[in-house]
T-cell receptor, first 115, second 111 residues
């Protein structure tokens, strides 16, 4: 089966600019997650979707970050305006129905550098 | 708040040696996951441990879970260079179907 697709792979922007990342989960996977991984740290959950509804966005900095999942398939994560501390790898993951027994599949990530 | 700690953070070992990575977590959970991450790559699932006393092995890696001690171990037997990577443990956060990751252990195998 095809994996979780993410684009772009790399992005360099100046602070205060905006940026968007795209994720296409594995076909049929109802649950989608966005994680932020800062260099040298473990991934941190930003937002969890079940189909096209938000399950948990408690760790999402809502003053600058937004995410949507239209039609319960693809998802976009947006940052506006970006700060230096947003430099990180943004990982998208999906699972069949949110039950972790089935495990996650992670995408390759988007590496964001804010200068 | 669930906290997940790994040690050591960095590990440099010679080929052929054995070593163990430890993962401690702060609250009750009976589901723990181990992932591998190569530089510039995404996370690869290694093991899913779903109950107290669970032990799983794949090649030179063996993972175990003690839910009473809130401890998981990843044991490396007769290390080879291909095992060089960063290893993360992650714990299901109160059964909420989302993971809290440890800080990772960067493993370097020296020929």
């Amino acid at each position: 089966e095809a994996g979780v697709a993410q684009s772009p792979r790399y992005k360099i922007i100046e602070k205060r600019q905006s940026v968007a990342f795209w994720c296409n989960p594995i076909s049929g996977h109802a649950t989608l997650y966005w994680y932020q991984q800062i260099l040298g740290q473990g991934p941190k959950l930003l937002i969890q979707f079940q189909n096209n509804g938000v399950v948990d966005d408690s760790q999402l900095p809502k003053d600058r970050f937004s995410a949507e999942r239209l039609k319960g398939v693809d998802s976009t994560l947006k940052i506006q305006p970006a700060k230096l501390e947003d430099s990180a790898v943004y990982l998208c993951a999906s699972s069949l129905d949110g039950r972790i027994n089935y495990g996650y599949t992670f995408g390759s990530g988007t590496r964001l550098t804010v200068v | 708040e669930l906290k997940v700690e790994q040690n050591p953070l960095f590990l440099s070992m010679q080929e052929g040696k054995n070593y163990t990575i430890y993962c401690n977590y702060s609250t009750t959970s009976d589901r723990l996951y181990w992932y591998r991450q190569d530089p510039g790559k995404s996370l690869e699932s290694l093991f899913v441990l779903l109950s107290n006393g669970a032990v799983k092995q794949e090649g030179r890696l063996m993972a175990s879970l003690d839910t009473k001690a809130r401890l998981s171990t990843l044991h490396i037997t007769a290390a080879v260079h291909d095992l060089s990577a960063t290893y993360f443990c992650a714990v299901d956060n109160f059964g909420n179907e989302k993971l809290t990751f440890g800080t990772g252990t960067r493993l370097t195998i020296i020929p």
